[in-house]
């Protein structure tokens, strides 16, 4: 039921190269959270939209909030960091205080919330708990283990809390019903928490997960962001393209609307998932008994720039040390425009290749098309080819796409990337 965002860092460092205003441009403010039956948005103006149900006051935002930079969903409770470092919460307080905020509490990045406790995560790397969780079917106050420093990221199921660290391992503490960490897990750079299950994103865009819901179906690849429901999983993909899986119900949490693309953050509830589109819509579907599907009539988040771009790779051939990248880009603009764009392949120490106009591949920075118009609607096929030596590393290379203001390197709309393993 926790909603956990994920913004690639791949993507980001790949920005970065080019300047920093393009990787301001994808820093994305807006975020989704999913309880038990209710939802909550947070818009571009710092301001928080909830809906759903409303019996102990979760679906009711505080008035006058304001400057708020993330939000978590709990079973009754909402929580929302602000821009300050300080957190704010309201819903239900009945159980174990969850939504009575530590005094002095400053200083805080990211936040969680379980099923009666909340989590938040300080600039420091350090962690702090409050409320009650469940230890042995017996509610208890949470704590944090004495010794977790060096915390990168935080999500809470309803008995058990996890952090992950900055060595790309993960840390669960609380009733062990759902299993330990799996041995040997690294390179982990997301986490996600459901009722009784926990889900990892490692950085060759494949997922671990352990509990009740302890598989993945292996065709999920290329996946950036993970959320984790009541027994279900939603997952976005590079392309934009969302997939889910796990328990279905009556209410259809796991069938992911046809056509629903250009998705940028998901978000899991206890029998609902919900996607956050570039362009500031919000997409809902599953279990509506409380209205949690119901997204509010004219709701915009506030929509990154247009046009949107998809990479969605097709095939990888090779003999032996030939890639064929067989990809379509799907770019999107009301109203039409003109962009640059930009083909880049990253190798495993990190170096970027940008692919030239005349096919070859160079660290200089060339759009591979110049001043190209972008339609409302357009799905084009292109091919890209990486002709090996054979002597290259082994490991995951990633194609980047991105769309550029002609004649300048700021980012005008989404970018996507996908990852591929070579093995001489």
Known sequence: MIHFRLINTMIIGFLCMFSAASAQAIVVSQQIAAGIEHTVALKTDGTVVAWGSNDFGQSTVPVGLTGITAIAAGRWHTVALKSDGTVVTWGDNTVFDQTTVPAGLTGVVSIAAG??????????????????????????????????????????????????????????????????????????????????FILALKSDGTMVAWGTMSSVPVSFTGITAISAGGSHAVALKSNGTVVAWGGNGFSGQNIVPPGLTFVIAVAAGSSHSVAL????????????????????????????????????????????????????????????????????????????????????????????????????????????????????PAGTYTWFAALMQPGTLNVIGTMASQPFTFTP
């Open 277 to 392: 589109k570039s362009d500031g819509t919000v997409v809902a579907w599953g279990l509506n008994g409380s209205g949690q599907t119901t997204v509010p009539a004219g709701l915009n988040l506030g929509g990154l720039p247009i046009p949107q771009i998809g990479l969605s790779l097709n095939s990888i051939s090779h003999s032996p040390y030939s890639y064929m990248i067989l990809s379509r880009i799907m770019m999107n603009s009301s109203p039409a425009t003109n962009a640059d764009i930009y083909i880049a392949l990253q190798l495993p120490d990190s170096t970027l290749l940008v692919l030239q106009p005349d096919g070859s591949f160079s660290t200089a920075i060339t759009p591979k098309q110049a001043n190209v118009s972008v339609p409302t609607a357009n799905d084009t096929p292109f091919t890209y080819q990486f002709s090996f030596a054979g002597t290259e």
């Open 115 to 196: 099923n009666y406790y909340t989590v938040a995560l300080k600039s420091n790397g350090t962690v702090v708990a409050w409320g009650g969780q469940l230890v042995n079917n017996v509610l208890v106050p949470v704590t944090v283990p004495v010794d977790l420093t060096g915390v990168t990221a935080i999500a809470a199921t309803n008995k058990r809390a996890v952090a992950l660290k900055s060595d790309g391992t993960v840390v669960a503490w609380g009733s062990n019903n759902i299993g330990s960490v799996p041995a040997g897990l690294t390179g982990v750079t997301a986490i996600a928490a459901g009722a009784d």
